[in-house]
């Protein structure tokens, strides 16, 4: 039976996108639940635990486990199980054109998805291009992050900061192959993809909360973050919750709360705006179904991810990973409609209002925080100044410890400046944290230091490798120039 596939271009406020309804497909690629057995000891804490597995073919390749069935707010335990390499040759064909097919030769979306909508599980699906960031959200390259079971900060269905009703895009990634098929030269050729002119990027699926798992795309996102370019992917999201108007709102009419939208964290979908042979086959396929190998999946289950041989991360990822943002600023930045000048002017005069209005929130440590994470996600030179500004005010010591830990967090000349002139001052106000300013400044300047050292020997490859074109070019000089090019590629 062939897979039947409808879509439709649609756009709700500021957001475009497509809506996919699948239907009689492989369902190959999709999530699939495991809820443990209940017993007397879970049934006394009032919830028992549910496993989630993100799978491909009859593979698990990512394990969520939430600790209580009934909170949704509850963050999940989090691992790589297995990777899409072990995966048949026909799931991978169809994952890896996605990207080229879009990117790089600007096919449109609808028609770069179609051998993956025929893999998908039963269901609506809204997909859209957005930027993604390349990280664990807490500032680990994604791609090494998830070898050990951990509790991840924002993997939560739903977000208690943001609430259900906010837009946002599931921006931080799940790898789905093993850190040992990473390549610098694969990473190098999609540099060159871009120093060409050519787009590139990948292809996500949304897992939960904040996390996408990324079907392809791995070696372009590490090309991006060398690049300091946006890594931007087409995003699957499974269409699945319902927005019910407020017990306020029904009350005006007599009547329970009725269901107003169709959800996923990208958008919110009046029901209005829903073609009426989609919303019914929303609602007969909201529940999911279970995939063809469901036994072999849930077997897997409790697997871990195996890796053959050891890799080093370069240097560079590392550190331009921990710059990215964290799951924090995400969420203030969508908790957060905007901070005007004089909002901020208020807070640091230890104020929670302005104009009679509250700021962010009545607390003030609070709205300290929450200020700071999204002025790092949004703006970070205001981000800069308001830190700066907090740090030099004497009214404010009681936020100076969380500004100054975060500051030192990050390698930055007007941070490294900020920190010596207090260091050269000798303020009394700042003794406490005199090791940790010390200590910032000496290894601010080994940064710098070994950012030079790279630049200088960087040149001095460039330069020997020119200096070789000065003579007859023969086989032997043509060697070491090829030697030195290829050395040089590697830093």
Sequence with gaps: MNPMINTYQMSVGDREFILADVS??????????????????TLNWGGYPVTELFYADNEALINLTRP???DEYSEKMVHQISTISVCDENIKAAL???SDSYFTY???MTKSLHPVFELLSEGIYVCHESKMIPSDGSGTFFWTAYAIRRELAGSANYNRTMGKESNYTPCFLLPTTGFNEFSEAKVRTQREKMKQGKRIGGLAYHVSG???ALLDGHHSSAACLLT???FRCIVIEPLRDLLYESAEQAAEYGREPRITALSCPYVKIPLSLIPPPMLESFLLRRSGTLPKSFSDIIRKAGKSLRTTGKKAIPREILVKA???????MVESAHAVTGLSDEQLEALLSGETKYEDEVIISGNYYNSI???CNYLQYEDFERFLKFTEDIVLNPNLTATHKYVIERLCAINDISINSLFSDILEKGDPMYREYIPQLESYVKNYAKYESDNITDKNQRAQRLNKAIGLLDGEMNSVNLAQMEAIVKQSKRH
Excluded: C, W, Y
Aim: proline share 2%; charged share 20%.
């Design 24 to 41: 009689r497909s492989a369902g190959l690629i999709g999530t699939t639940k495991i809820t443990a057995q209940v017993n007397e000891q």
């Design 68 to 70: 209580a069935r009934g």
């Design 96 to 98: 890896s054109s996605v």
């Design 106 to 108: 600007s096919q449109s």
């Design 210 to 212: 904040m996390f996408s």
């Design 228 to 230: 300091d370019t946006d």
């Design 322 to 328: 921990e710059l990215l943002p964290d799951s924090s």
């Design 369 to 371: 925080v929450t200020a």
